[in-house]
């Protein structure tokens, strides 16, 4: 507890509200395909799910970027679908594919998945990994922990893949909203119980990945994206008083104003396609904000890539601000590249 009430590192500092010295940076999808290292473990580990529950290998995946570029946080090796998974909905990943899932789309689907209490033994591995992690970790790496929002799993539970726009998921909510809400609520009560065993485990601070928000019209938003994770944050803030919470409910656009008030997230993660200047106003006003360099720049590198880095850097430095992407790193990235970033972000103020 003494950690949260005078946060030392610098990330927390940022999530605490402080302006910091130096700007604090880690990269969503740090750990990845990009990475000749994590390609080689990837090979040796077999699935990607046994790769994300084999707490040695997922541990030297999460270190991989930490040793290589030095970031201020290392994020858990693990994936949003791991809890439909630990409820019994059965996931595979599939090589070009990517997440394939048995669908649910109605009550009988509900009623044949397992159990909530059963979700933290299933996923046992996963704060296995934590543990490690916050023992393996240099002393001045915030440790972070992560689970899908449940708006954003519940569109892969129900469409049984990723899909441009979420119409199973949709469908299912417009036409019998009752319904639909039963699944967010297990997820809800899930997702409490998920991230709160990667607190006991370690995790300093949790992200929630709220990926398709965007995809909602705004009743649904504030419906089925905003109020399951108020719940969250509610619940998380009860257990555990001065934990910061992430979130990053992507294409909000307008809406990420009144969610981030609403939900008491500390530090809200900003889409590439948000204004800095307009978070500056809007946003950093209740917080930290985290963002938002296109990772398409990541990949291009160079003059244009540090040029938008510091015009990000120029109108959200002078409040709490995590630099980050607005979305994951891509496959095609040069690691080069994100040296390149990580020395530029880190060399600003200086």
Request: net charge negative.
């Amino acid at each position: 507890m003494s950690d949260r009430t005078a946060p030392q590192k610098l990330l927390l500092k940022a999530l605490a509200g402080e302006k910091t010295a130096s700007i604090p940076i880690w990269l969503m999808r740090q750990a990845g395909r990009y990475l000749p290292e994590y390609r080689k473990v990837r090979a040796d580990a077999g699935s990607f799910l046994d790769l994300c529950y084999n707490p040695r290998l997922a541990e030297e995946v999460t270190l991989q970027p930490i040793r290589r570029y030095g970031f201020d946080a290392a994020i858990l090796f693990s994936d949003i679908l791991v809890v439909p998974d630990a409820l019994g909905q059965k996931v595979a990943f599939k090589e070009g594919e990517g997440p394939v899932l048995e669908p649910i789309t109605d009550a009988a689907g509900l009623a044949a998945l397992g159990p909530v209490s059963g979700v933290t033994k299933a996923l046992a591995p996963v704060y296995e990994t934590v543990s490690r992690l916050k023992a393996s970790l240099p002393s001045d790496v915030t440790l972070i922990g992560f689970a899908g929002a449940p708006w954003t799993v519940a569109t892969y539970m129900a469409g049984g893949r990723g899909s441009p726009d979420q119409a199973a998921a949709k469908l299912w909510a417009f036409r019998d909203p009752m319904g639909f809400k039963d699944l967010i609520d297990i997820l809800v009560e899930a997702t409490i119980e998920h991230l709160s065993a990667q607190v006991d485990a370690g995790a300093e601070v949790v992200q929630i990945f709220d990926t398709w928000a965007g995809s909602l019209p705004e009743l649904s938003f504030e419906r089925f994206a905003l109020k399951p994770v108020q719940q969250i944050c509610d619940a998380l803030h009860e257990r555990y008083p001065g934990l910061p919470v992430i979130a990053f409910p992507r294409g909000a656009g307008g809406m990420a104003e009144r969610y981030f008030k609403v939900t008491g997230a500390n530090g809200l993660g900003l889409d590439t396609g948000v204004s800095p200047a307009w978070a500056k106003q809007h946003l950093q006003p209740q917080g930290c904000v985290q963002g938002n360099l296109d990772p398409l720049l990541l990949v291009a590198g160079g003059h244009e890539m540090r040029g938008q880095a510091s015009y990000i850097l120029s109108v959200l430095g002078e409040g709490p601000f995590i630099f980050n992407l607005g979305h994951g790193i891509v496959p095609q990235t040069p690691p080069e590249h994100v040296a390149e970033l990580v020395k530029h972000v880190k060399g600003w103020r200086s």
